[in-house]
T-cell receptor, first 114, second 109 residues
């Protein structure tokens, strides 16, 4: 079974704090993704990575950065947290090749920025 | 632009009352259509991948079908534990996933 884990289930941070969200997958997947999910807006792609040290902007990258130093780990960084970044953050990973790249998700991190 | 819509937005069923959820899509070059189940406060759980029109997949009380424009998730004799939000996503060749807004299913005992 594919396992994607996220470092925290719940986080409460203050405006202006630097926030790190960690994601680890154990299936040797090349591709990793960060989404945020908000009521009425669905899943929106923030950043993704197809290889170590490689990153690509998704649909809503503003206010976020990422780091992928090792294949199994993909970090999302909020440089200076703001209240509009309160959301559910979901990490996903996929392998390469085959007919389709099924995305497997972690349990999510619910972030509250006060 | 690739788009995914899902209907209904919410569905309430009595236990044992079969029904279908719809996922309509527009995409140039479908690589795959994916169904997920999401429980409140948790990450989406993968259910099915469909690749081409006419394909069907089944798992317990769930059956997914695919045409060139839409996919259906049929739920036969649902139970309360089937209550969840069901998400549909499509992937075109060389593109990222596009997710639909989901259908919130409630199955009452």
């Amino acid at each position: 079974d594919v396992k994607v884990t996220q470092s925290s289930r719940y986080l409460v941070k203050r405006t202006g704090e630097k926030v790190f969200l960690e994601c680890v997958q154990d299936m040797d997947h090349e591709n990793m993704f960060w989404y945020r999910q908000d009521p009425g807006l669905g899943l929106r792609l923030i950043y993704f990575s197809y290889d170590v040290k490689m990153k690509e902007k998704g649909d809503i990258p503003e206010g976020y950065s990422v780091s992928r130093e090792k294949k199994e780990r993909f970090s999302l960084i909020l440089e200076s947290a703001s209240t509009n970044q309160t959301s559910m953050y979901l990490c996903a990973s996929t392998g390469v090749g085959g007919r389709g790249e099924t995305q497997y998700f972690g349990p999510g991190t619910r972030l509250l920025v006060l | 632009e690739d788009q995914v819509t899902q209907s209904p937005e919410a569905l309430r069923l009595q236990e044992g009352e079969s029904s279908s959820l719809n996922c309509s899509y527009t995409v140039s070059g479908l690589r795959g259509l994916f169904w997920y189940r999401q429980d409140p406060g948790k990450g989406p759980e993968f259910l099915f991948t469909l690749y081409s029109a006419g394909e069907e997949k089944e798992k317990e009380r769930l059956k997914a079908t695919l045409t060139k424009k839409e996919s259906f998730l049929h739920i036969t004799a649902p139970k309360p534990e089937d209550s969840a939000t069901y998400l549909c996503a499509v992937q075109a060749y060389g593109q990222n996933f596009v997710f639909g807004p989901g259908t919130r299913l409630s199955v009452l005992p």
